[in-house]
Protein backbone atom coordinates (compact mmCIF):
# COMPACT_ATOMS: atom_id res chain seq x y z
CA UNK A 1 0.00 0.00 0.00
CA UNK A 2 2.73 2.35 0.87
CA UNK A 3 3.78 2.77 -3.19
CA UNK A 4 0.20 3.09 -4.05
CA UNK A 5 -1.29 6.75 -2.99
CA UNK A 6 -4.85 5.78 -4.66
CA UNK A 7 -4.97 2.98 -2.51
CA UNK A 8 -3.77 4.87 0.70
CA UNK A 9 -6.23 7.66 -0.11
CA UNK A 10 -8.89 4.50 -0.14
CA UNK A 11 -8.10 2.88 2.72
CA UNK A 12 -8.03 6.09 5.07
CA UNK A 13 -11.56 7.15 3.51
CA UNK A 14 -13.23 3.27 3.68
CA UNK A 15 -11.31 1.92 6.74
CA UNK A 16 -8.95 3.56 9.06
CA UNK A 17 -10.79 7.07 9.13
CA UNK A 18 -14.50 6.21 8.39
CA UNK A 19 -15.62 7.76 11.41
CA UNK A 20 -13.59 10.61 11.36
CA UNK A 21 -15.54 13.91 10.83
CA UNK A 22 -16.66 14.70 7.65
CA UNK A 23 -14.48 17.62 7.15
CA UNK A 24 -11.52 15.70 7.83
CA UNK A 25 -12.53 13.02 5.18
CA UNK A 26 -12.92 15.50 2.50
CA UNK A 27 -9.63 17.05 3.07
CA UNK A 28 -8.39 13.53 2.45
CA UNK A 29 -10.49 12.95 -0.79
CA UNK A 30 -9.22 16.09 -1.77
CA UNK A 31 -5.35 15.67 -1.29
CA UNK A 32 -2.85 16.05 -3.94
CA UNK A 33 -2.10 12.36 -4.35
CA UNK A 34 1.71 12.97 -5.60
CA UNK A 35 2.02 14.29 -1.88
CA UNK A 36 0.86 11.35 -0.29
CA UNK A 37 2.86 8.81 1.25
CA UNK A 38 2.18 6.43 4.14
CA UNK A 39 5.07 5.44 6.63
CA UNK A 40 4.85 3.40 10.24
CA UNK A 41 5.58 5.87 13.31
CA UNK A 42 8.52 4.93 15.01
CA UNK A 43 10.28 4.61 18.45
CA UNK A 44 13.92 4.61 19.55
CA UNK A 45 13.91 4.31 23.69
CA UNK A 46 15.96 6.64 25.47
CA UNK A 47 18.43 4.39 26.00
CA UNK A 48 19.26 2.93 23.04
CA UNK A 49 20.21 7.31 22.26
CA UNK A 50 22.82 6.83 25.15
CA UNK A 51 24.23 3.82 24.57
CA UNK A 52 24.00 3.18 20.64
CA UNK A 53 26.43 3.61 17.80
CA UNK A 54 25.26 6.50 16.11
CA UNK A 55 28.25 7.64 14.18
CA UNK A 56 31.05 5.37 12.37
CA UNK A 57 33.92 7.17 10.76
CA UNK A 58 32.39 10.26 8.08
CA UNK A 59 28.58 9.13 9.06
CA UNK A 60 26.34 9.89 11.41
CA UNK A 61 22.43 9.73 12.23
CA UNK A 62 20.41 12.67 12.69
CA UNK A 63 16.80 13.93 13.43
CA UNK A 64 13.96 11.09 12.77
CA UNK A 65 16.76 8.58 12.08
CA UNK A 66 18.59 9.48 15.24
CA UNK A 67 15.98 10.28 17.89
CA UNK A 68 12.14 8.92 16.83
CA UNK A 69 9.92 9.68 19.22
CA UNK A 70 6.15 9.82 20.28
CA UNK A 71 4.15 13.20 18.95
CA UNK A 72 2.74 14.56 22.37
CA UNK A 73 5.45 17.36 22.82
CA UNK A 74 5.42 18.11 19.32
CA UNK A 75 9.54 18.20 19.30
CA UNK A 76 10.51 15.64 16.82
CA UNK A 77 10.77 18.52 13.91
CA UNK A 78 11.86 20.77 16.17
CA UNK A 79 14.37 18.69 17.80
CA UNK A 80 15.55 17.80 14.02
CA UNK A 81 16.49 21.51 13.40
CA UNK A 82 18.28 21.39 16.71
CA UNK A 83 20.56 18.74 15.03
CA UNK A 84 21.06 20.70 12.25
CA UNK A 85 22.28 23.64 14.32
CA UNK A 86 24.66 21.51 16.44
CA UNK A 87 25.92 19.64 13.45
CA UNK A 88 27.17 22.96 11.57
CA UNK A 89 28.28 24.40 14.99
CA UNK A 90 30.75 21.25 15.10
CA UNK A 91 31.41 21.32 11.29
CA UNK A 92 32.06 24.63 11.16
CA UNK A 93 34.58 24.63 14.14
CA UNK A 94 36.81 22.04 12.67
CA UNK A 95 36.65 24.29 9.40
CA UNK A 96 37.92 27.18 10.94
CA UNK A 97 40.55 25.19 12.68
CA UNK A 98 41.90 23.96 9.60
CA UNK A 99 40.72 26.64 7.49
CA UNK A 100 39.35 23.33 4.98
CA UNK A 101 37.33 20.86 5.66
CA UNK A 102 40.02 18.17 6.68
CA UNK A 103 38.27 14.26 6.30
CA UNK A 104 40.05 12.82 9.08
CA UNK A 105 38.77 15.55 11.52
CA UNK A 106 35.03 14.53 10.25
CA UNK A 107 34.79 11.73 12.44
CA UNK A 108 35.71 13.89 15.75
CA UNK A 109 33.40 16.72 14.57
CA UNK A 110 30.40 13.85 13.97
CA UNK A 111 31.51 12.31 17.38
CA UNK A 112 31.03 15.44 19.38
CA UNK A 113 28.01 16.12 18.06
CA UNK A 114 26.75 12.84 19.02
CA UNK A 115 28.00 13.24 22.34
CA UNK A 116 26.30 17.00 22.99
CA UNK A 117 22.98 15.50 21.70
CA UNK A 118 22.60 11.87 23.38
CA UNK A 119 20.94 13.21 26.45
CA UNK A 120 19.07 16.17 25.04
CA UNK A 121 17.45 14.15 22.74
CA UNK A 122 17.10 11.23 25.15
CA UNK A 123 15.53 13.48 27.80
CA UNK A 124 12.89 14.56 24.92
CA UNK A 125 12.36 10.80 24.15
CA UNK A 126 11.41 10.15 27.65
CA UNK A 127 9.30 13.86 28.14
CA UNK A 128 7.04 13.31 25.38
CA UNK A 129 6.39 9.26 26.03
CA UNK A 130 5.47 10.83 29.97
CA UNK A 131 3.38 13.14 28.14
CA UNK A 132 1.28 10.90 25.98
CA UNK A 133 1.45 8.19 28.76
CA UNK A 134 -0.07 10.75 31.22
CA UNK A 135 -2.66 12.14 28.89
CA UNK A 136 -3.75 8.39 27.73
CA UNK A 137 -3.97 6.54 30.65
CA UNK A 138 -7.02 5.60 32.10
CA UNK A 139 -9.69 7.97 34.39
CA UNK A 140 -9.92 6.00 37.56
CA UNK A 141 -9.27 8.42 40.59
CA UNK A 142 -5.68 7.52 41.00
CA UNK A 143 -4.96 7.95 37.56
CA UNK A 144 -6.58 11.43 37.67
CA UNK A 145 -4.81 12.17 40.62
CA UNK A 146 -1.19 11.04 38.99
CA UNK A 147 -1.80 13.24 35.78
CA UNK A 148 -4.05 16.04 37.10
CA UNK A 149 -1.93 16.78 40.51
CA UNK A 150 1.22 15.22 40.26
CA UNK A 151 2.06 14.79 36.02
CA UNK A 152 0.68 18.75 35.44
CA UNK A 153 1.33 20.78 38.58
CA UNK A 154 4.93 19.22 38.91
CA UNK A 155 6.50 17.37 36.28
CA UNK A 156 5.12 18.73 32.91
CA UNK A 157 5.96 22.64 33.63
CA UNK A 158 9.47 20.60 33.79
CA UNK A 159 9.24 19.05 31.01
CA UNK A 160 7.51 21.23 29.09
CA UNK A 161 10.50 24.41 29.64
CA UNK A 162 12.45 21.68 28.27
CA UNK A 163 11.58 22.69 24.83
CA UNK A 164 13.64 25.95 25.16
CA UNK A 165 17.11 25.31 24.13
CA UNK A 166 20.10 26.85 22.96
CA UNK A 167 21.85 24.98 20.59
CA UNK A 168 24.80 27.45 21.07
CA UNK A 169 26.76 30.16 18.38
CA UNK A 170 27.59 29.51 14.95
CA UNK A 171 31.59 29.59 14.01
CA UNK A 172 32.04 32.54 12.54
CA UNK A 173 34.64 33.76 10.12
CA UNK A 174 35.47 37.83 10.25
CA UNK A 175 35.77 38.38 6.47
CA UNK A 176 39.60 39.71 7.30
CA UNK A 177 40.11 36.22 7.95
CA UNK A 178 38.88 35.45 4.18
CA UNK A 179 41.33 34.26 1.94
CA UNK A 180 40.69 34.57 -1.91
CA UNK A 181 42.92 31.61 -3.18
CA UNK A 182 40.92 28.88 -1.08
CA UNK A 183 37.01 28.68 -2.58
CA UNK A 184 35.77 26.81 0.21
CA UNK A 185 36.42 29.67 3.21
CA UNK A 186 34.08 30.82 4.97
CA UNK A 187 32.77 34.52 4.68
C1 LIG B 1 1.55 13.90 11.90
C2 LIG B 1 2.86 14.45 12.41
C3 LIG B 1 2.85 15.64 13.12
C4 LIG B 1 4.04 16.18 13.60
N1 LIG B 1 4.03 17.36 14.30
C5 LIG B 1 5.18 17.91 14.73
C6 LIG B 1 5.17 19.15 15.43
O1 LIG B 1 4.14 19.77 15.67
N2 LIG B 1 6.36 19.65 15.84
C7 LIG B 1 7.53 19.03 15.58
O2 LIG B 1 8.60 19.54 15.97
N3 LIG B 1 7.56 17.83 14.93
C8 LIG B 1 6.42 17.27 14.50
N4 LIG B 1 6.44 16.06 13.82
C9 LIG B 1 7.70 15.34 13.68
C10 LIG B 1 8.49 15.88 12.48
O3 LIG B 1 7.70 15.87 11.30
C11 LIG B 1 9.70 14.97 12.27
O4 LIG B 1 10.35 14.79 13.51
C12 LIG B 1 10.67 15.63 11.29
O5 LIG B 1 10.07 15.74 10.03
C13 LIG B 1 11.95 14.79 11.19
O6 LIG B 1 12.77 15.38 10.23
P1 LIG B 1 13.87 14.56 9.51
O7 LIG B 1 14.50 15.50 8.53
O8 LIG B 1 14.74 13.89 10.51
O9 LIG B 1 13.11 13.37 8.76
P2 LIG B 1 12.06 13.45 7.58
O10 LIG B 1 11.27 14.73 7.62
O11 LIG B 1 11.31 12.15 7.63
O12 LIG B 1 12.95 13.51 6.29
C14 LIG B 1 13.62 12.36 5.80
C15 LIG B 1 13.66 12.51 4.28
O13 LIG B 1 14.48 11.46 3.76
C16 LIG B 1 13.86 10.94 2.63
N5 LIG B 1 14.38 9.58 2.44
C17 LIG B 1 14.08 8.47 3.13
N6 LIG B 1 14.75 7.41 2.64
C18 LIG B 1 15.52 7.89 1.64
C19 LIG B 1 16.46 7.28 0.78
N7 LIG B 1 16.75 5.97 0.86
N8 LIG B 1 17.05 8.06 -0.14
C20 LIG B 1 16.78 9.39 -0.22
N9 LIG B 1 15.91 10.01 0.59
C21 LIG B 1 15.28 9.27 1.51
C22 LIG B 1 12.38 11.00 2.94
O14 LIG B 1 11.62 10.98 1.74
C23 LIG B 1 12.27 12.35 3.65
O15 LIG B 1 12.07 13.41 2.74
C24 LIG B 1 5.26 15.51 13.34
C25 LIG B 1 5.25 14.31 12.61
C26 LIG B 1 4.07 13.79 12.15
C27 LIG B 1 4.09 12.51 11.36
Redesign the pocket.
Known amino acids: MAGDPKLIQKRVIEKYCKDFPAEYLDVVHQCDLATL?W?P?VFRYPWDVISGNLCKGGVVV?????H??T?D?????????E?AVVLGRHIGEIFLKNQRIVPQDVGVALGRFVSERRWRTAGLITGSYLSGWAQQTGNNWWMKFLRDIIFYKFLYPKIFDSIRYNCGKLPYASPSQNNSDNPNKMD
Open positions: TALAGDAMPMPLGQGGCAALD
